[in-house]
């Protein structure tokens, strides 16, 4: 029976592949499949033959890319452990395996066993798992220091997610096992999760023992390269890290030999957790259902333009963001819906939940490291990185913010019908619609101004950025915020409003080189338009600033320039507002959105 379900699998493969390539004859994914093709070609498989051309890197340059390893594989380990803490502090209702509807529809009633079923669900993860070994090892072979061939870091990436996958679909199956027949099961969820907890204290007190009595650990790129590798060999971390150190061993393994050694171990655990996995006797089929609906939902979400909910608790009521009176500026009312729809998707108790957890393990995580290379600088080192992690999150903010917040025209796709009845100039109803997005990036954005402000020369050591140069400068830079993130929302609801086919197939949660070259073509035309909109504003300020701040000091200048700098950019507002409800006007119901 299982070589019936392998030839299902397969079968449905070679169908994707079929239904990806005929559907290229549509000019939209076949100009994304040549823009991701082209991309792919130039930033990733030329650039590494002309790597490998050069031969052997210099030791500088080998002691930076084996930073940039131990970082990238702490940037994998970090957010498989609180995912896997999160399946113990929080587990699904009903766990289970993913299965499509369909599979659920044929399979499920059919004459198969239940471990016949799970050896289908395990293996069928196996196409996935390795597609994106593949991919591993194209974005990031140039940090590759060992002497291995693609293949086998490959495989050893494939180690790494396999055994992720296994131990968490075995940490769900056996909670369900454990709800099912309510032997202690609150009682070994508590005890999971202080031996979680614990684990991370013994990581983070061991590490900062050791950062402590080796200081030079930070002293540059070759230094900062010993004193990991000298970190991850230290006593007790060393036995503390054995479980990563043995699922990670074939992708640190130098050369052929040592690759095969490390994969013994290797190998040996993910055998045991396929055997836990396998030999789980747990009902998942009603837990597989609920997973199956969920991802219909969450489908039915990309559709309408809104994002999935993060986690597995149902929707509720909510009450509104603020009380709506009968009568007034019918934008307000547009103003009231959006934001319901945001608390209903974007601010929910678990994203909340989850960002908390993130800061609060980096916080605790860096604290050491951050201390050792104070007293070694004699300076004060949390202020930079504060408000070097603030620009970083406002930049984001700006860019990609308007991908994420679709709470406007772009989530009313599917009524554009209805909108079009309604008694409103197109300026002011596409007015309305953005409030809401507008809103909630302008309150983030001014968090991050406000936080850098205080963050920047707490010493007080730059002569020139006294009080009134801080508060001159975040005012100004609170003021801009709001039009600028209007000016940024205009872009892809100009561009939803012009092109709904690409819009509608870029917005999809599929993959597919193809809808990859969408994406990439959307995004750049965004930051096209963001260049183009802040090119005028930006160089009027700096003109003032430079020209006018030896006369009436910088704090005014500062001030001189944020109102030219704003009215730049509220001509600019006005005009896109006036197109788009333009645009709007005569957008075609009829046109292809598909």
């Known amino acids: 029976m299982l070589g019936a379900l392998l030839y299902l699998r397969l079968t449905s493969l070679r169908n994707l592949l079929i239904f990806r390539l005929r559907r290229l004859k549509q000019p939209k994914y076949l100009v994304g499949a040549v823009v991701a093709g082209l991309y792919l070609y130039f930033f990733f498989f030329r650039r590494t033959a002309m790597m490998v051309s050069r031969g052997v890197p210099a030791p500088a340059v080998q002691s930076a890319q084996g930073i940039a390893v131990i970082f990238l594989c702490v940037a994998v380990t970090v957010p498989a452990v609180l995912r896997i803490a999160y399946a113990w502090i929080a587990p699904p209702e009903n766990p289970g395996l993913r299965f499509t509807e369909a599979e659920i529809a044929f399979l499920f009633p059919a004459p198969f066993t239940r471990k016949s079923l799970i050896h289908f669900r395990l293996l069928s993860s196996q196409i996935a798992i390795l597609f994106t070994s593949l991919l591993l090892v194209l974005f990031f072979r140039r940090f590759s220091l060992t002497g291995n061939s693609r293949l086998l870091v490959a495989v050893g990436w494939w180690v790494v997610l396999s055994t992720f996958d296994l131990h968490l679909n075995g940490t769900n199956l056996m909670l369900s096992r454990m709800k099912d027949t309510g032997s202690r099961y609150v009682l070994v969820r508590l005890a999971a999760v202080a031996a979680i907890v614990l684990y991370a204290a013994a990581i983070v007190v061991s590490a900062g023992a050791y950062i402590n009595a080796h200081p030079d650990v930070l002293s540059g790129p070759a230094g900062m390269d010993a004193g990991l590798r000298g970190l991850a060999a230290s006593n007790p971390l060393h036995w503390i890290l054995l479980p990563f150190r043995i699922v990670f061993g074939p992708y640190f393994a130098n050369g052929a030999r040592d690759f095969w050694v490390a994969m013994v171990p290797a190998l040996g655990l993910l055998a045991l957790h396929y055997y836990w996995v396998s030999s789980t006797q747990a009902r998942f089929e009603e837990g597989s259902i609920a997973l199956a609906e969920k991802r219909a939902a969450t489908r039915a979400a990309a559709l309408r333009g809104d994002l ?5 608790s149902a929707p509720k009521p909510l009450k509104g963001p603020f009380p709506l009176p009968p009568e007034g500026l019918p934008e307000i009312a547009f103003l009231w819906k959006n934001v319901l729809s945001m608390r209903s998707t974007l601010l929910t108790k678990a994203t909340v939940i989850r960002s908390v957890l993130v800061i609060v393990f980096l916080s605790i ?3 050491p490291l951050l201390a050792v290379h104070a007293r070694a600088s004699g300076g004060d080192v949390y202020g930079p990185i504060i408000a070097m992690f603030c620009g970083i999150f406002a930049a984001y903010t700006l860019l990609l913010g308007p991908q994420v917040a679709r709470q406007d025209l772009r989530n009313d796709l599917p009524s554009m019908d ?18 809401a997005p507008t809103a909630i990036l302008t309150l983030i954005l001014w968090v991050c101004i406000i936080v850098c402000s205080f963050a920047i020369d707490s010493s007080g050591s730059i002569e020139w950025l006294t009080p009134g140069v801080r508060v001159a400068t975040a005012l100004s830079l609170a003021l ?11 872009v892809p609801n100009t561009v939803m409003v012009i092109m709904p ?3 509608q197939s870029s917005r999809s949660r599929g993959g597919g080189i193809e809808l990859m070259g969408q994406r990439m073509i959307l995004g750049l035309g965004q930051l096209l338009v963001a260049a183009l909109v802040a090119a005028p504003a930006t160089l009027a300020a700096m003109l003032i600033i430079f020209s006018a701040h030896l006369w009436i000091g910088v704090g ?3 001030v001189v320039a ?3 700098v704003l009215t730049i950019l509220g001509g600019e507002a006005a005009v896109g507002l006036w197109w788009l409800g333009e645009r709007f006007g005569k957008f075609d119901l009829s046109s292809e959105s598909r």
Do not use: D
């Not at 209805?418 to 309305?432: F, I, S, V």
């Not at 709001?482 to 929302?489: A, E, K, R, S, T």
């Open 365 to 367: 995580s860096l604290k």
């Open 562 to 564: 944020a109102l030219v």
């Open 501 to 503: 086919g690409w819009y």
């Open 480 to 490: 801009a915020a709001p039009v600028f993130c209007f000016l940024q929302l205009i």
């Open 418 to 435: 209805l909108l079009k009845t309604y008694p409103l100039e197109g300026w002011r109803l596409a007015l309305g619609e953005l409030l």
């Open 556 to 558: 005014p200048a500062i």
């Open 308 to 312: 999935p909910r993060m986690g597995g």
